[in-house]
């Protein structure tokens, strides 16, 4: 194949392999929708359906708003914008989240300026009420599953170049706003290409995904990795692996998958939720590419996933640590066919200097698992954020790469673009990608250590709330399910470590309890981090907020705290801590003559 854009391979394998499915979408349960196949020369014929009407009613680089459920349906819809030339904005349905998803949907269609709505007719009705409602521009709104929704015959093949947009990935937001990545058809098949390559993958292969399909890692991921290699995604929606995990795995079984990602949180998941008699029902030793991405990679975790499922022939190769981000397409590093994933014990006090110091010291070390090496074609540069100057390997810095999928910018934002997009050392080597992530070098591997805005320092020392995070859901039971947060706040002229933990229990355990619990956790993360940890809140489950990927808002929650607006069920606050951020409390029971 001579191609270089999805949108023409894809033509290609209508032609020559038409009648193989390229998506199976597989329902949730009796009910609840129905078993969809589509095959590529079906994806063809109903893109150029659906582009046509496009091109009728809008013109070449509109912005097309995708809101659907899980299915088939999105994909269609998705090449459907690049049969016509348009440039398609995948997002989240806003039902059943609250204000948390409309506020998402209202960014992303302002920012946009999407033009187009295309959805199922189940939703159309409903998201015509809310657009009215969010935005102060025209939107025309279109149900794809209307069979008089254009001709195949009226359809015009679009000029697509190098540069010309793909598509606009808004970020999943878990330190800022959405921003939409412009990523252009040729970092995008640089991207596919590069996933291919770091993992070996066959073409015709076998993915199966969960993950939701507007997220980079469910799209580019599954779907259009799928395509490009013109093989088969089984499709399941995320709701499905959520209820019964072991859904997932039967299905990895059953079609013999040799690719399917998830995050760390859903390997973790399986481990608890999948008993040992399952897994005797299990055969996994056909899985070659478990890959785990998109949150930071815990080696613990890749141990009990291992053990568990070993008895099902899983094979501790197949396991693949993976560092990427919207900003690149999706993919950056990751662990390749012929290795199998070791951690490193590193000194966890060189760790919170920037230092990267392997250590045999179980007691004062911390693992660290390698994402892979840094794949052929990009530069990537460890930098001091602070003084843009370049840090020899074993330093632990900023991120900096550049390389041929990285996307253009974020739409609409040219001097954050500029910011991000085109940094420079300081000694003037560039442009550089800013990823915001710090990482270490070290024997060729990049190591992933944390996200810069999401760091606590405490005096002067750095630490990282995904360890907090970890080490609460081993302290108790009561722990261990929910999700949690970790994150510093100003309180007696010094940074205050606080955590917030979902318990299932919380409403009805008697509050003797809930502060036998949080003394514990005060206590322990207290030893275990070597700075006070004296701050702890018990939310609700669904308390702590995910991004649509599932990463942990640590940011939003330090906001909620920090206004008041968190509705602990429980809470035992320093009195500094209380005194700067429960006010209206202090103030109430000073009224009181309390």
Known sequence: MQHNDIFHSTREYAQVIGDQNAIVFLPDGPGSAVRTELSYGELDLRSRRLASWLQEHRAAGDRVLLLYPPGAAFVTAFFACLYAGMIPVPAPLPAGDGKGKVDRLRTIVNAAGCSVLFTDHANLADLQEQL????????????????????????????IRPETLALLQFTSGSTSEPRGVMVSHESLWANLDLIKRTFGLPTCAKVASWLPHYHDMGLIGGSLSTIFLGGTLWLMSPMSFLRDPYRWLDLIDQEGIHISPAPNFAYDLCVRRIKPAQVEQLDLSRWRHALNGAEPVDPATLRRFELHFAPAGLRPETIRPCYGMAEVGLLVTGTDENRRAQPVRVDAADIERRLFTPT??????????SSGPVPTGFDLRIVDPDSRTPLEDGRIGEIWLSGPSVALGYWGKPDESAAVFDAYTNDDEGPYLRTGDLGVCHDGDLYITGRIKELIIVNGRNIYPQDLERKLGLLHPALSEGASAAFGVPGDGAERIVVIQEIRTAGAAAPTELQQLADLVKSELSAYAGSPVANVCFVKRGGVLRTTSGKVRRTSMRELFV?????????????????????????ALAGAGV
């Open 132 to 159: 009215a409602e969010l935005i102060d521009h025209d939107i025309l709104c279109a149900a794809t599953d209307a069979d008089d929704l254009g001709d195949p015959d009226g359809w015009r093949e679009p000029v």
């Open 360 to 369: 045999d010291d179980v007691a004062a070390g911390r693992e660290l698992t």
């Open 563 to 587: 206004t008041d607006r968190l509705q602990p069920h429980f809470e035992d606050l320093e009195p500094s801590v209380k005194k700067l951020h429960r006010a209206s409390v202090m103030e």
